[in-house]
């Protein structure tokens, strides 16, 4: 007997399970499937992302169904229109042996006519995006008022999007008889006002711990200097020679950047967010599946519908504010029983995320060195042997081998490897020969202890023979050290030096990134001045003066900060599509920051040539 069969799924439902190839069930499975299938209860359902929660739900759910009633019988509601796409084809699948049944999904970016068409022609099963289903609402379009299920999956993620008023509109167009079933990654405190709300005393199913991690999943961080964040990236992608990876990023334009700088480098990457029109989306989505891209560059809404296995990394190029969303990105890895990886790439100065993230989920981070160029190149040497070792060859070359033979007569076997070899490996040995250590030290150049907290004065020693006033400087310095707008003040331009402030808990950035740093082909040096720089007090720069500092300060709405509960956040997200929201990142407080820089030095890696030459600037092989 198939195990699906002993938790009680009727025979239509055992029949799609073997064509899918599912042979066991997953403990959220076992534990909700005969659960939804005995009583008639509300539910929320705690359980990581690749954990297989919508056949949790979905077999459940077309088992109670009647096919025979043409009419709306149940609402399933999802952060986006990617995972709307992806669980309206799930159940599609689940129910191909139940005649009569039909699911309709309903999200922006598509026909709203032809979407209240296809309902109107009999869908007992609607999947949709709360954008979406409350504009079909508001227009008349759809009727919901005698559903007898509503499924809320990744409820957290679509509370963390800003749509629980939207959640709460659309609830409130259901009956009060209907059963709520709640599927969650996390329980941050929306989600458990969603239950309180608009449950009746759920049944809470939990499989591991509220907010923890997969433990599939190892955990690894890298500590570098905020400027060499990207030469850190391309590193660690070349050290893992087979990745195949999800890179995040807080920002749409974060996220855009990157990708380019990945693509002018010879990587097989592509961005993903909410700027790409919905073909854009799905041509990227096509390639990532098929492996034509190995590297996806995303922010956190745009993945949310990324369901692909075998993902071996997730890379946080940009740690997130809150922890739950940092959950959901190492969920892309170490799905369906497999092992991945999620790394963070952080500066000094955000140490102290790593530590609230391992005090909430419950999982302790790998402290790890940025490889250096030679462990790169030996690994990738070693990983070409493996490959030509394993190339199948076809009886075809037969044919051409005496020409061959006649050009390579003179080379005996270890000079004919050495050359075989060498054509792919010497652009990386070029590229990494005199490669320098991109692991965080503690700078040699401070002067004393840094504090601890309150404000920081810094002697920096460029001024206005660097072509600097205060404003200029102000720019310059928010640009490098990717600090937010009021995070900088106090600064006070001399003729060859200049002094300004931030808050201590920038210290360690500052001193990180600016030491050593080059502007215009002279080598800046930063200390910590004994001169606190008049008064403590903050006073806004005016125009005109070179000194200055901040008056009325308000909120700081970017740099390093916290992780912060969503509760105290009121920013909603901006709507496109029609009621779907743009990215969270840029409407959630995040300052828009420039693209982060590399020297020029460190932009480029090895890459193919027409030839063997490695005199020239190289560039990365594109990987096959």
Not at 149 to 156: K, S
Request: neutral net charge.
């Amino acid at each position: 007997m198939n195990k699906f069969e002993q938790l009680g799924l009727n025979e239509s439902l055992v029949l799609a399970i073997k064509d899918l190839g599912f042979e066991n069930p997953s403990e959220v499975q076992e534990k909700a499937i005969p659960l939804l299938l005995e009583k008639d209860i509300d539910i929320v359902a705690l359980a990581q992302t690749g954990t297989g929660k919508t056949a949790a739900f979905g077999f459940p759910l077309i088992q109670k169904i009647n096919a025979e009633n043409r009419g709306t019988q149940a609402l399933i509601l999802s952060p986006t229109r990617e995972l709307c796409l992806q669980i309206t084809n799930e159940i599609k699948l689940y129910s191909k042996y139940v005649k009569g049944l039909h699911t309709v999904a309903v999200y922006g970016g598509a026909s709203i006519n032809d979407q209240a068409r296809d309902i109107k022609r009999g869908a007992q099963i609607i999947v949709a995006t709360p954008g979406r289903m409350q504009d079909m609402i508001t227009r008349n379009l759809v009727n919901i008022e005698n559903i007898e299920y509503c499924v809320l999956d990744e409820a957290d993620e679509m509370l963390n999007m800003g749509f629980y008023e939207d959640i709460r509109s659309i609830l409130s167009h259901t009956p009060d008889s209907k059963k709520t079933w709640l599927f969650s990654a996390t329980m941050p405190q929306e989600v458990a006002r969603i239950a309180k709300d608009f449950m009746d005393t759920p049944t809470e199913i939990t499989v591991g711990h509220k907010n923890q991690g997969s433990t599939n999943v190892s955990h690894e961080f890298y500590v570098v200097n905020a400027r060499d964040r990207y030469s850190a990236l391309k590193r660690l992608a070349d050290v893992n020679p087979d990745i195949f990876s999800v890179i995040f990023c807080r920002t749409k334009r974060d996220t855009q950047a990157v990708a380019e700088k990945l693509v002018e480098d010879g990587y097989n990457a592509a961005a993903l967010h909410g700027d790409l029109s919905q073909a854009q989306r799905d041509g990227v989505m096509k390639s990532f599946r098929g492996r034509q891209i190995q590297m996806l560059v995303a922010t956190d809404v745009a993945a949310r519908g990324i369901d692909v296995d075998d993902v071996t990394h997730v890379i946080n190029y940009q740690l997130p504010d809150e922890v739950e969303t940092y959950t959901h990105r190492s969920g892309r890895t170490g799905r369906a029983g497999k092992t991945g990886t999620s790394i963070v790439i952080i500066s000094k100065s955000e140490m102290r995320k790593i530590s609230q993230i391992e005090r909430i989920m419950k999982t302790k981070f790998i402290e790890k060195n940025v490889p250096s160029g030679m462990e790169i190149c030996e690994i990738q040497l070693l990983h070409l042997a493996n490959k030509i070792n394993d190339v199948a060859v076809d009886s075809e070359i037969d044919n051409y081998l005496p020409k061959i033979n006649e050009v390579l007569a003179e080379l005996s076997k270890e000079d004919l490897v050495k050359k075989i070899v060498s054509m792919e490996f010497n652009r990386f040995i070029s590229y990494y020969r005199k490669s320098r250590d991109l692991t965080s030290q503690p700078s040699e150049r401070r002067t004393g202890e840094v504090p601890t907290d309150g404000a920081v004065r810094y002697f920096v020693n460029i001024g206005q023979r660097d072509d600097f006033d205060w404003m200029s400087l102000k720019d310059f310095l928010r640009e490098t050290l990717e600090l937010g707008r009021d995070d900088l003040f106090k600064v006070d331009v001399k003729e060859g030096f200049s002094f300004f402030n931030t808050d201590a808990e920038h210290a360690d950035k500052v001193m990180s990134i600016l030491n050593g740093y080059e502007h215009n082909g002279r080598r800046i040096n930063v200390e910590i001045s004994n001169n606190d720089g008049g008064s403590n007090s903050r006073r806004r720069d005016h125009g005109g003066r070179s000194g200055g500092g901040d008056r009325n300060r308000g909120p700081r709405p970017g740099g390093d900060r916290n992780f912060a509960p969503r509760g105290e956040r009121s920013d909603r997200g901006e709507r496109s599509d029609r009621g779907e929201r743009s990215d969270r990142g840029e409407s959630r407080g995040y300052e828009r920051r420039d693209d982060n820089r590399e020297p020029r030095n460190e932009r480029r890696g090895p890459a193919r040539r027409s030839d063997s030459s490695t005199s020239a600037p190289a560039r990365r092989p594109r990987r096959s």
